[in-house]
């Protein structure tokens, strides 16, 4: 087990590395929606990428969902079917968002040996799912 001290030294040398590995300026937050953010996800576990829509009004939210739905296909076709839509995903806290995401099971951040796979994974699906996001961006902005 890691120290408090040492899992924030961990995951500050992770982000770095993973930053230096594919060093580009991700979309993330900053998604011109302000209710969707790309993310990006890694535990001792699991690695994912997400698209989460954090409405507080769940009319909207399903609204923003639905779009996304919608494009299920799309997505799949182009991209892979991978990825993983949930109408209602809780988070630990209790708060309902709606949630499109990719996983890779059985990959560790605490692992160094993990670290490129995870890089490599974050790299390849937060660019597939990006270029799907500003491809439909204003389809799904129009709620």
Known sequence: MYSKEETQRLKREFWTAFAESYPRKWLLYDTKIKDLSLKFHVDNKKAMVLLDVESRDD?????????????????????????????????????????????????????????????????????????????YADYIRDI
């Open 59 to 135: 009319e909207k939210r399903t609204a923003y969902f639905e779009k996304l739905q919608s494009l299920q296909n799309l997505l799949e076709s182009d991209y892979g079917d991978d990825f993983v839509f949930e109408k209602d995903h809780y988070l630990e806290n209790g708060k309902a968002i709606s949630r499109v995401s990719t996983t890779h099971n059985g990959l560790s951040l605490s692992r160094r040996d993990d670290w490129h796979t995870i890089f490599d994974f974050f790299a390849d699906r937060m660019n597939a799912l990006e270029t799907f996001f500003l491809e």
